[in-house]
């Protein structure tokens, strides 16, 4: 069952100017280890950690919880699967209020072009019924 839906859009340009004031202090505070070094890996890192940016963002609407209970940043991580299929790990406190919601799993769906990058993601709450 679906237990919520979000979408965020991030500008390419903000990720950018973000980096070149303070690279490490911005990636350390967004993202995870993993993260950065997917995304170093690809020919545009920041058109990569656009998309991550907007995931986060994304997948804390979900919750409808905003950024109540602590979350950060790093909670939320994206991850891909060896076809390059994109999920989602929760850590931390994102995983608490997940937990707390009966969340299961969030999947995600990112794009990205010359200016803009953009995450829909949707949370599934699988409860069980009790006769």
Known sequence: MVYGIGVDIVSRNRVHEALKRNEKAFLK???????????????????????????????????????KGGVRLTDIEVLHTSSGKPEINLLGNAKKIAQSLSVTKVLISLSFEDSYAIAYAVALNCIEEKP
């Open 29 to 67: 505070f967004v993202f995870t280890r993993k993260e950065i070094e997917y995304a170093y890996k690809c020919q545009d890192a920041v058109s990569h950690l656009s998309v991550f940016f907007a995931a986060k963002e994304a997948v804390l609407k979900t919750f409808g919880t905003g950024w």
